[in-house]
């Protein structure tokens, strides 16, 4: 795709606060400073001093995958914001940024579904609905191209093709995005409330003017934190992750038959772990929230190698330390 997609960054400048040890926090920064200058591979020396001790620091490990990134170790920084969806589901920068390496290898289908998520994720989010709009009318152009391959004749999907290279200059392929530096250190990532997003424009050979590119976005909704806990309790049961699926369930979940909470756990593991191929989507979503409960219906699709449904379920979900674990589970409501 021509360089057009955005990258999102996320990174403080405020890093004291995010210990009491000194020596983390001037690791920390330093990690920053060196990013800033140029010198990426000292930076991710400092970045490790820091995750040795806080492994599970989001910033950090964002700015690790910038770094590598810009490093052009894809496959690195892939695996580097993948597991940053998994740890922190309610952040939409990470998802955004795995749709700018899945686009710049041609994976358009897989930046299109990251993206997807990093809306439902925060759907004020600008930078992710501009990338998707590029992301589709990349889709459309292989699409239209396939239509000529069949029938040259069809002037129509010529125009359309005309039609689309003008709006993203390009049909044969991705090119590599490369990341400009920030004009400013914006706000940090943190788990909640949903951090500040600028955006970085991959095609400029400057930095965006702070003033003008950073923009605050609001706080997502209790919904959206809930339908995102349930979006990734679907994404790890596609997954046959066990284990992170069997999180998303409270230690007081009211298993179906009434039988013990391990007996229920080790029937799952059964039905899910080895079975071929899983997918599990979700739709119409409808989610009530009253105090520290909220209930969620909606339409599931299930395939596997072996059968194919479609029913009702109900969630009904209870908030703990912060995060919506499920309390209740009925199919056919």
Do not use: C
Not at 118 to 143: C, F, M, W
Not at 200 to 228: G, L, R
Request: net charge positive; proline share 5%; charged share 25%.
């Amino acid at each position: 795709m021509r360089n057009s997609i955005k990258n999102a960054f996320a990174i403080s400048a405020l890093f004291a606060i995010l210990s009491s040890s000194l020596v983390y926090a001037d690791d920390a920064s330093d990690a920053s400073k060196l990013y800033k200058a140029g010198q990426l591979n000292e930076a991710i020396k400092k970045i490790d001093a820091v995750l040795a001790q806080k492994p599970k620091d989001a910033q950090m490990r964002f700015l690790k995958g910038i770094i590598l990134t810009e490093q052009n170790k894809s496959a690195e920084a892939i695996v580097i914001f993948t597991k940053l969806t998994d740890d922190y589901p309610e952040l939409p920068e990470p998802y955004n940024n795995l749709a700018v390496l899945y686009a710049s290898n041609g994976q358009y289908q897989k930046a299109s579904a990251a993206l997807e998520m990093a809306i439902r994720t925060n759907p004020t989010y600008g930078t992710a609905h501009e990338n998707l709009g590029d992301v589709y009318a990349k889709l459309a152009s292989q699409s239209y191209d396939k239509a000529l391959q069949l029938d040259s004749g069809n002037s129509t999907a010529k125009l359309k093709l005309n039609l689309v290279k003008n709006l993203i200059g390009n049909t044969t392929g991705g090119s590599n995005p490369k990341l400009n530096p920030p004009a400013a250190a914006p706000t940090p990532i943190t788990a909640a409330p949903a951090p500040t997003a600028p955006t970085v424009a991959v095609n400029n050979s400057k930095a965006a003017d702070p003033k003008s590119s950073t923009k605050a976005q609001p706080t997502v909704s209790e919904k959206d934190v809930i339908m995102t806990s349930v979006e990734a309790w679907a994404k790890a049961w596609s997954n046959q992750d066990v284990s992170k699926y069997l999180s998303f369930y409270a230690k007081d979940f009211q298993t179906p038959n009434g039988e013990s909470r391990s007996n229920w756990a080790d029937d799952r593991r059964s039905r899910i772990e080895g079975k071929g191929k899983i997918n599990v989507r979700i739709e119409d979503p409808n989610i009530k929230v009253e105090d520290n409960t909220a209930t969620v219906k909606f339409k599931q699709y299930y395939t596997s190698d072996r059968l194919s449904s479609t029913s009702r379920k109900v969630l009904v979900m209870t908030k703990h330390d912060g995060k919506w674990l499920i309390k209740q589970e009925r199919s056919g409501s």
